[in-house]
């Protein structure tokens, strides 16, 4: 089993950053892509940065020049920076990873998600 664990949304005024991270563990063999999608109420989920296991990345047209995604692949752990925040960020954010688990089963995992609202 793998578990994913985002943490760092929250609440913050239009103009300003946060980080989100997200943790994997659990029966891992190799990660290859992780990404961060979200949710806008009454929207449907949509890719937000997506990077490879050997770093490259690509974003949504939305966040491009505010946003960046990198990972530590010693830690399992992708990272979300956003800057540049607009009302129109707000969202729930999930992470996702593509991983073979040590029974070799390939497949996609999702976390729990967090909310980031950027309000005045």
């Known amino acids: 089993q793998v578990q994913l664990v985002e943490s760092g949304g929250g609440l913050v005024q239009p103009g300003g950053s946060l980080r989100l991270s997200c943790a994997a563990s659990?029966?891992?063999?190799?990660?290859?892509?992780m990404g961060w999608y979200r949710q806008a109420p009454g929207k449907q989920r949509e890719l937000v940065a997506a990077i490879t296991s050997g770093g490259s990345t690509n974003y949504a047209d939305s966040v491009k020049g505010r946003f960046t995604i990198s990972r530590d692949n010693a830690k399992n752990t992708v990272y979300l920076q956003m800057n540049s925040l607009k009302p129109e960020d707000t969202a729930v954010y999930y992470c996702n990873a593509n991983v073979r688990t040590n029974t070799m089963r390939r497949g996609d995992y999702w976390g729990q998600g967090t909310q980031a609202t950027v309000s005045s």
């Open positions: 659990g029966s891992i063999f190799s990660i290859y892509a």
